[in-house]
């Protein structure tokens, strides 16, 4: 299986913030990455696939780059709604594997 | 825009047989090019793929659950279901269903979950 290793688990930051999360894979996964949001209670939205590409609906102030075993998703100015838990997963192969997830916290 | 709708359950005893539907609505099951898949979240924990059935109904899983689960679809109902038998407390999850492309395994639209407890 490839494992997905999320840094950090969890940071606190303020609205406008510009924040980075990393996400790395075990193995070379070309760019079959892809990041979600998952709000408490709620089931996780797509934000960002093929680890560049944005999801239609989704603000642009999120934006993802990165190929074969190294990625980032970068949210350039923290707003209100963005506090939530972010996972990244590769399609590259079977089974599908998820990373263990980052949550955004309020300073 | 697809909806999923997760439904069953909501607790199961040790040992038994855990099944799950999700009804989908705005568009064929069967008719098109996408991937149906299940993901389960432990509380407080990550999210783990299942597995998945295309419209042909060919299925693919996940090697660590693949003895104890079948995926099946019901196209007349427009319906696709999980099953997972001899359940144990590690199976208590809240359990997703999704829709995928048939280009690859990213997840669209995801039905509300549902939380399913394995206990006596």
């Known amino acids: 299986d490839i494992e997905m290793t999320q840094s950090p688990s969890s940071l606190s930051a303020s609205v406008g913030d510009r924040i980075t999360i990393t996400c790395r894979a075990s193995?070379?996964?070309?760019?079959?990455l892809n990041w979600y949001q998952q709000r408490p209670g709620k089931a996780p939205n797509l934000l960002i696939y093929t680890a560049s590409r944005l999801q239609s609906g989704v603000p642009s102030r999120f934006s993802g780059s990165g190929s074969g075993t190294d990625f980032t998703l970068t949210i350039s100015s923290l707003q209100p709604e963005d506090f939530a838990t972010y996972f990244c997963q590769q399609r590259h192969s079977v089974p599908i594997t998820f990373g263990g997830g980052t949550t955004v916290e309020i300073k | 825009q697809v909806q999923l709708q997760e439904s069953g359950p909501g607790l199961v005893k040790p040992s038994q047989t855990l099944s799950l539907t999700c009804t989908v609505s705005g568009g064929s099951i069967s008719g098109g090019t996408d991937y149906w898949s299940w993901i389960r979240q432990p509380a407080g924990k990550g999210l783990e793929w299942i597995g998945r059935i295309y419209a042909s109904g060919s299925t693919t899983y996940n090697p660590s659950l693949k003895s104890r689960i079948t995926i099946s679809l019901d196209a007349s109902k427009n319906q696709f279901s999980l099953t997972v038998s001899f359940v144990t407390a590690a199976d208590t999850a809240v359990y997703y269903c999704t829709k995928n492309p048939d280009w690859g395994s990213t997840f669209d639209s995801w039905g509300q979950g549902i939380l399913v407890t394995v206990s006596s």
């Open positions: 193995q070379n996964i070309n760019d079959f």
